[in-house]
């Protein structure tokens, strides 16, 4: 199941995952393995701590593919947001860029033994810009976590961000 909404000021994927709660939350809270579908770095995983954030996105897809020239100078970049709440295995809320450009919020409810509802929620957006932008992103990196924990090929992480970015752009009226 996937349901989108985007709109200029926020942005809400709901996906239904193909492993139990425990693991999903390993991806999110998890550096190394968050960085197998989003992005790593150190992580003080409490209310007010730092989420680490690596954008080594030449990484994301399985063959070799380099980024596009707009994303390339942010190779290697380093940052961290914070966590504004936290409850494990189910919530993990943290800031964009200090809050200028929302918050985000990932929730998880177990679906039977097997299954996880993922709802990402980014919300304060900027306007269109952000939307788009964002939601190019957010749905990419949803769509290798979702291969991920099925355990398929990633051929191209950037196919995957122009396929949401495109249907972002749309679903904002910018096409």
């Known amino acids: 199941m996937t349901a989108d909404t985007i709109t200029p000021q926020m942005l809400r994927f709901e996906r239904e995952l193909a492993a139990p709660i425990e693991t999903v939350w390993q991806y999110v809270i998890d550096p ?9 770095g150190p992580t003080e995983p409490c209310e007010g701590g730092k ?16 980024n596009p020239e707009r994303y390339a100078a942010n190779q290697g970049k380093a940052w961290s947001e914070t966590i504004t709440r936290i409850e494990p295995p189910r919530l993990l809320a ?4 200090d809050g200028k450009a929302g918050e985000v919020t ?3 409810a177990r679906i039977g033994d ?10 304060g957006l900027r306007g269109p810009e952000d939307a788009r932008s964002f939601g190019g992103g957010w749905g990419a990196h949803l769509a290798v976590l979702e291969r991920r924990l099925e355990g398929k090929h990633i051929a191209s992480f950037w196919a995957l961000h122009a396929q949401a970015e ?4 749309k679903a904002l009226g910018l096409v």
């Open 114 to 123: 097997a299954r996880t509802r993922l709802t990402l929620t980014h919300a």
């Open 166 to 169: 495109a249907a972002a752009a």
């Open 94 to 97: 943290f800031t964009w860029s």
């Open 106 to 108: 990932i929730e998880l």
């Open 51 to 66: 989420l680490g954030m690596t954008f080594a996105h030449d990484a994301l897809s399985d063959d070799d593919v380099p």
């Open 32 to 40: 190394e393995l968050r960085a197998r579908w989003f992005m790593g």
